[in-house]
């Protein structure tokens, strides 16, 4: 049997890797070895290792590497926190290969360990470009030590290969996201209010803003402005999810929990929905505003539209259903009103996703099962003339 590790460290990415690991946890052929750290282990983030105990998978590493600290300091000391039970994990438990998701910097110091210790690494959603994170490099710097890629479109597939990687090792299979609109048997609208705990009884939008980690100040005062925007919308529900722990992120929970404080009847705050309740409210909501790669990968999927705004996921592929715009108040308040109104709305049912239609989990397992894995440790790179 092939010992397969995986990887999370949010709820956002146990989401995205849900099926992945189902597939993995039920194949004859594999034994799966959870790591299980990061967000997943903080109350202060919704303690979500839970809900993965509750969907029976086995983790036989759980990792305490988060400090209560979102500072750069705190960060750097986190991952090097996370690159010594990385380690540890891993001579423990010895995978033949191990399955890294997204661009995270606990993912990266995942990846450093794995290289060190001569395990391949299978990487999810490399070759995207989110211009306004410390995640740009991050997730380029784990292609690099990665062994086979699972991109989620064509191009992305290409800016790996442009990178040095082996054409054959490549795979443009969409984005895993997208499998669970497809396969889950989602929450109808009327049921939404008791899974939620919270009274739906006016048209809502979904608010998601995470730090902008290359400025200064996390992008809270980007966050200030769109509060700002959203009260001109009164007669609309807000339902805001906490953003990651990612450098500045305190500051943007402060400025929320405030915000919850003045607004009680019309915002739910929540430190994480878990995918079904996420992507059911999503389903039914009158537009995706903020900064989130959801907004981008999964939402189009539901013909709904998405206010993305500033630099965070600056260069990442957006379809038609995304409309792009600047911090400033004006800029949010346009591109809101576009988004609302009846005739971009009516646009949006006849687009296409660029990500996929919901098969990329499957395609994904069968490559991790049956990958020959003898000599993939050693790399080769391959300059753009000689392919």
Not at 32 to 59: K, N, R
Not at 171 to 178: K, T
Not at 282 to 301: F, H
């Amino acid at each position: 049997m092939r010992k397969i590790a995986v990887f999370t460290g949010t709820r956002a990415e146990y989401g995205l890797l849900y099926w992945i690991i189902k597939s993995l946890n039920e194949s004859v052929n594999v034994d799966l070895q959870l790591f299980v750290g990061g967000m997943h282990m903080s109350p202060e983030f919704g303690y979500t290792i839970e809900q993965i105990e509750a969907d029976g998978f086995p983790i036989v590493e759980r990792m305490e590497f988060l400090l209560s600290s979102d500072s750069p300091v705190g960060i750097s000391k986190s991952m090097g926190l996370a690159l010594i039970n990385a380690a540890e994990a891993i001579e423990r438990q010895k995978p033949d290969l191990i399955v890294l998701l997204g661009d995270r910097f606990e993912s990266m110091a995942i990846a450093q360990a794995a290289m060190i210790a001569c395990v391949p690494v299978a990487h999810i959603h490399g070759g995207e470009t989110t211009e306004g994170l410390i995640d740009e490099a991050v997730r380029h710097s784990i292609t690099k030590m990665s062994h086979l890629h699972f991109a989620a479109t064509e191009q992305y597939k290409r800016r790996i290969i442009q990178l040095g990687e082996k054409t054959e090792r490549v795979f443009n299979f969409g984005a895993p996201g997208i499998d669970s609109i497809v396969k889950l048997k989602l929450i109808e609208l009327d049921e939404l209010p008791s899974a939620i705990n919270f009274e739906l009884n006016k048209p809502y939008i979904m608010v998601t803003y995470h730090p902008v980690t290359l400025e200064s100040d996390g992008a809270s005062s980007s966050l200030i402005n769109l509060l700002n925007v959203l009260d001109e919308y009164p007669d609309h529900q807000l339902i805001i999810t906490y953003p990651n722990a990612d450098t500045n992120g305190r500051k943007l929970i402060k400025i929320l929990d405030e915000y919850k404080t003045l607004n009680q009847s019309r915002v739910l705050l929540v430190q994480s929905l878990g995918q079904l309740r996420y992507l059911s409210l999503m389903k039914y909501c009158e537009v995706v505003i903020g900064n989130s790669s959801s907004g981008l990968i999964e939402t189009p999927s539901f013909k709904v539209p998405t206010v993305n705004i500033g630099n965070r996921q600056k260069g990442r592929i957006g379809g038609d259903t995304v409309l792009n715009c600047d911090e400033s108040v004006d800029l949010i308040r346009g591109a809101l009103e576009k988004a609302l109104s009846k005739k971009f709305k009516l646009f949006c049912q006849s687009t296409i996703n660029p990500y996929g239609q919901g098969d990329s989990s499957t395609r994904i397992v069968e490559q991790l099962i049956n990958y020959p894995l003898n000599k993939i440790i050693n790399k080769k790179f391959n300059d753009l003339e000689d392919i």
